[in-house]
């Protein structure tokens, strides 16, 4: 009776270890799909062409100048 006991002990204490090492492993998985679809986040934009463009910029990085006002090829002709 008691070796009874201690293989059904056993088998419940392998059975919580064997759950608990699927459940870490799937909250694992998960965890890191959820960082990756948050750092490849875009928004898909069709120019003219029909061409799909994918900008992985923040908003804040898409809006900042990137060239300053006093350069360019625009100046002021003199004759």
Request: hydrophobic share 45%.
């Amino acid at each position: 009776m008691f070796l009874l006991k201690f293989i059904l002990f056993i088998f419940i204490v392998g059975l919580v270890a064997i759950l608990w090492m699927v459940w870490t492993f799937y909250w694992q998985v998960r965890k890191a799909t959820k960082q990756f679809r948050q750092h490849t986040k875009s928004k898909p934009h069709r120019n003219a062409d029909g061409n799909i463009i994918y900008d992985r910029r923040t908003p804040e990085q898409a809006k900042q100048q990137i060239i300053p006002d006093d350069e360019g090829e625009y100046v002021d002709f003199e004759e």
